[in-house]
């Protein structure tokens, strides 16, 4: 079975309105905005604009609806952009198109509406399936909502269906999370995406952690229930093929991901989008009122851009290709940059083999369930390594 990876291009659409802001967020997004009700036109008006400047030399494959909420799209919205995209860009036959879903805010009637628009792959913002952890991370849906929208997803004809939730929580017992595995597992999705709770700067969350409202968990503990993670998953044949990301199999990989992951090209459309193209990193404002008001002025709502330089692009490489379950493939490495990997680190990576943080495997070299775990620190080496 073939692995759902291409080399083709992708398009990221940032909808970034919510019913409500989860205090843990820092994705940008807004409520209540003056402009949610030109957003679609302002979105076909960015579309206009950066189409002269994309010379495609291959077509599309992707196009995932991300937020924010892009569930609070109605399906008339959805197919208004979908319909633009096509007469502008084109598409492969087989294109995967996901939207994320907030389970408080969707039913039947609009899920099946949104799958006969095309959408073929649901990524639904679960979470949690315990009451009080959903109150505590601020969400607007319940148990028996995100168990009901799962459902739904399903009887609208949806088969390629991710499920997302947050570990380590404050209070969180070891019991507690594999309760929630357990619970998705129940209603076999394709994939699964398991973050830790993060405590971002400059959120409420962090906030209160800084002020001591909020005790987070420790580094061995978070280790305790990665390592769980990844073994009950495991375990029930998930594919663990990147940090916080598991596939039913190489199929259901999500194909649009693993762009940001390989270096693939990608546009990026709405507030606070990013793209990466022609090896050019680019930022659009992130402030719905200045995006409504630089593509009614028919400016481009790009804020910055930046070529990638020799030693960034080498960097990256190695830390999105260590952030996968295949990591780095030593050949291509050598063809890409003109040099062994192997020798060119072997100061970094000899003590990660002799502590079983890392392993080569015939013509790839990568980082092992422990040594995934502290990747941050594994990968600032390589950054600060002279010969980058």
């Known amino acids: 079975m073939a692995a759902n990876i291409s080399s083709n291009p992708g398009i990221y659409l940032h909808i970034p309105f919510c019913q409500k802001k989860c205090p843990y967020c820092d994705f940008y997004s807004v409520v209540d905005s003056e402009y949610r009700d030109h957003f679609v036109d302002d979105i076909l008006k960015e579309i206009a604009l950066i189409a002269g400047s994309v010379k495609q030399k291959a077509p599309f494959d992707t196009i995932y609806f991300g937020g924010g909420t892009p569930s609070l799209l109605t399906v008339r919205e959805i197919e208004t952009i979908l319909i633009a995209l096509y007469h502008t860009f084109s598409f492969s036959a087989t294109v995967e198109i996901t939207l994320e879903a907030n389970p408080g805010t969707i039913d039947l009637p609009r899920l099946k509406a949104y799958r006969q628009t095309g959408i073929n792959r649901l990524s639904l913002g679960i979470q949690s399936f315990i009451n009080r952890e959903l109150q505590f991370l601020g969400r607007i849906h319940d148990r028996q909502e995100a168990i009901q929208a799962i459902e739904m997803a399903r009887q609208a004809g949806f088969r390629n269906l991710s499920l997302d939730l947050i570990f380590a929580l404050p209070g969180q017992s070891k019991n507690d999370w594999l309760e929630n595995l357990r619970m998705a597992l129940?209603?076999?999705?394709?994939?699964?995406?398991?973050?830790?709770?993060?405590?971002?700067?400059?959120?409420?969350?962090?906030?209160?952690?800084?002020?001591?409202?909020?005790?987070?968990?420790?580094?061995?503990?978070?280790?305790?229930?990665?390592?769980?993670?990844?073994?009950?998953?495991?375990?029930?044949?998930?594919?663990?093929?990147?940090?916080?990301?598991?596939?039913?199999?190489?199929?259901?990989?999500?194909?649009?991901?693993?762009?940001?992951?390989?270096?693939?090209?990608?546009?990026?459309?709405?507030?606070?989008?990013?793209?990466?193209?022609?090896?050019?990193?680019?930022?659009?404002?992130?402030?719905?009122?200045?995006?409504?008001?630089?593509?009614?002025?028919?400016?481009?709502?790009?804020?910055?851009?930046?070529?990638?330089?020799?030693?960034?692009?080498?960097?990256?490489?190695?830390?999105?290709?260590?952030?996968?379950?295949?990591?780095?493939?030593?050949?291509?490495?050598?063809?890409?940059?003109?040099?062994?990997?192997?020798?060119?680190?072997?100061?970094?990576?000899?003590?990660?083999?002799?502590?079983?943080?890392?392993?080569?495997?015939?013509?790839?070299?990568?980082?092992?369930?422990?040594?995934?775990?502290?990747?941050?620190?594994?990968?600032?080496?390589?950054?600060?390594?002279?010969?980058?």
């Open 186 to 388: 129940s209603f076999h999705p394709e994939h699964l995406s398991a973050y830790n709770l993060i405590f971002e700067q400059g959120t409420p969350f962090f906030n209160r952690m800084k002020a001591g409202k909020i005790i987070p968990k420790n580094p061995d503990d978070e280790a305790r229930f990665f390592e769980a993670t990844v073994e009950y998953l495991r375990e029930a044949g998930f594919l663990p093929y990147e940090i916080s990301n598991y596939a039913r199999n190489e199929q259901f990989i999500s194909r649009h991901n693993y762009k940001y992951w390989t270096h693939t090209p990608y546009l990026g459309l709405g507030p606070a989008a990013h793209s990466y193209w022609d090896e050019e990193r680019r930022g659009n404002v992130r402030s719905v009122k200045q995006y409504h008001q630089m593509v009614q002025n028919r400016r481009l709502p790009r804020v910055f851009s930046e070529r990638i330089d020799a030693h960034t692009r080498e960097f990256e490489h190695i830390f999105l290709g260590l952030r996968t379950y295949n990591g780095i493939d030593l050949a291509m490495f050598e063809q890409q940059f003109r040099h062994s990997f192997l020798n060119r680190y072997e100061t970094i990576i000899t003590p990660l083999l002799d502590h079983n943080l890392a392993e080569q495997k015939r013509d790839h070299f990568r980082l092992t369930q422990k040594g995934l775990f502290i990747s941050d620190e594994i990968l600032s080496q390589f950054w600060a390594d002279p010969h980058v």
